[in-house]
């Protein structure tokens, strides 16, 4: 038995959904434990390309059980939306390779009208959301008035929990000047999609302590990354859950200490979407340009361009440590090649102050300059590389460099978005195999 939690060291968007693909072919479940349908993983086999959004990663292998966690916020038509797209592509999703935690909240339509609402009214102080209702919805939960899978077992229980959470809304939407919404339109809704949803719950912790006790490798597949954590990242640019790997736990019911390995992911460059801090960013130069267009740095759920910017050492050896990650995953090396010189940013310097990592709050008007580290690029195709001997000798120096500053060894490198393109130094689940 081996529990491996696969999350991102950087804003997202970090690769691994390749990672997870590649993993969960020795594990034998596949977990999501925290974000919604705001994530969006990507994963290519044989060029057929499927995008992932609230379904963890292992899905797509046969024989294999995927699980959606207590710590995921669930937008039951989203999941019905994502499983007839896969089932056009051939892949079955039915109560047999998949389960849903019974406390799992829900994401409502009120969720998503009143995230939308707060970006609109906010102008430039918006956060940049993916507008699928998320953040309220982790606000539900925490305030106690969420609806979750398990209530539409029991409808005047159901009735009476709507009564609350729209007490709430009702008095939002009616500043916002929006309708009023009545517990009979939420019911209704509720009607359409329980039968599709039913069919997939399950207590998730008594489930996962089953397949841990019968020796089976569990993987669990974060979302988003490490600086949009709601803690640790920068505030309030975050997404409402937790990120970190020890979200891995609280969001299935697995304890902390059944944890045997994390796996960071970092993409060998950076990109952000939406709003908030990002030292590194390139702006819309040359290089940014290169990194944006060559990397196809488009976001999977919204569709908007993604920042770009060099690799942010700082930041990545603070995840490191926040997440105890063991071993990082570099990905999108290849996107690198050909680039003359390769910057790496070790610290910052604020108000004529050198810090090695970013502050917990940033004002918009200070400014945070980062310090760079030049390295020399390489001419030499990387892509679709799977073993170190034949990296050009200047990418293997950029490796390594990356690796003596985030503190933490090279487990995997990436080299295209291909599932057989993979350096594989170190995998966790063969590390441990007894
Ligand atoms: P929310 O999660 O939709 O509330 O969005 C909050 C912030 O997190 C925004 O800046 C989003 O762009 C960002 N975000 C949410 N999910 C992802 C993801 O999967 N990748 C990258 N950024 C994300």
């Known amino acids: 038995m081996t529990n491996v939690v696969v999350i991102g060291c ?5 690769g691994k959904g390749k ?20 994530a969006g993983h ?21 024989g294999k059980i995927s699980v959606i966690g207590n710590g995921v916020v669930l937008d039951p038509w989203a999941l019905r939306t994502e499983i007839d797209t896969l089932s056009e592509l051939g892949i079955n999703v039915t109560r047999s390779n998949l389960i849903v935690a019974e406390n799992v909240p829900l994401i409502l339509s009120f969720h998503k009208t009143l995230d939308l609402l ?24 925490v305030g106690r008035r969420a609806i979750r899978l398990s209530d539409l077992d029991r409808p005047r229980y159901l ?53 841990n006790r ?3 490798n569990i993987l669990f597949e974060g979302a988003q990354g490490s600086f949009l954590d709601v803690d640790f990242g920068t505030y309030p640019f975050v997404t409402s859950s937790n990120t970190l790997a020890g979200a891995a736990s609280l969001g299935t019911g697995v304890s902390a200490r059944k944890i045997d390995f994390v796996l960071g992911v970092v993409k060998a460059y950076t990109t952000r979407v939406g709003e908030g801090p990002f030292p590194t960013e390139l702006k819309h130069d040359q ?10 740095e488009k976001g999977t759920v919204t569709g908007r361009n993604r920042r770009c910017g060099w690799f942010d050492a700082a930041l990545v050896k603070q995840s490191c440590i926040v997440n105890g990650v063991e071993g990082i995953a570099i990905t999108k090396l290849d996107v690198l090649d050909g680039l003359k010189e390769l910057k790496i940013c070790t610290g910052y310097e604020m108000n004529g102050k050198l810090r090695p990592y970013l502050p917990s709050s940033i004002n918009s008007s200070e400014i945070v300059k980062p310090v760079y580290e030049k390295i020399e690029g390489w001419t030499e195709p990387t892509r679709g590389i799977n073993s170190l001997k034949e990296l050009p000798r200047k990418a293997l120096a950029y490796l390594k460099r990356i690796e003596e500053l985030v503190g933490c060894p090279i487990s995997f490198v990436s080299t295209s978005p291909e599932r057989e393109d993979l350096v594989d130094l170190n995998d966790p689940f063969k590390k441990n195999e007894k």
């Not at 950087?10 to 970090?14: L, N, P, V």
């Not at 990672?19 to 705001?38: C, E, H, P, T, W």
């Open 118 to 141: 707060r970006e609109k009214k906010a102008g430039s102080k918006k956060i940049g959301t993916t507008g699928r209702g998320i953040g309220p919805a982790y606000e539900d939960k």
């Open 42 to 62: 990507t994963i290519v086999i044989d060029e057929k390309v499927f995008k992932l959004s609230l379904l963890p990663s292992g899905i797509i292998r046969e």
């Open 19 to 38: 990672l997870v693909d590649y993993l969960s072919g020795k594990a034998d479940v596949i977990v999501r434990f925290q974000g919604g349908n705001n």
């Open 159 to 211: 009735h009476s929990r709507l009564e609350r959470c729209l007490e709430h809304h009702n008095i939002l939407r009616n500043g916002y000047g929006e309708p009023i919404i009545e517990v009979e339109d939420i019911e209704k809704e509720l009607a359409d999609i329980s039968p599709f949803i039913k069919q997939f719950s399950a207590p998730v912790w008594e489930v996962l302590d089953e397949k």
């Open 10 to 14: 950087q804003w997202g968007d970090e």
């Open 287 to 296: 290089i940014g340009l290169h990194l944006e267009t060559v990397g196809h």
């Open 214 to 216: 019968e020796g089976k």
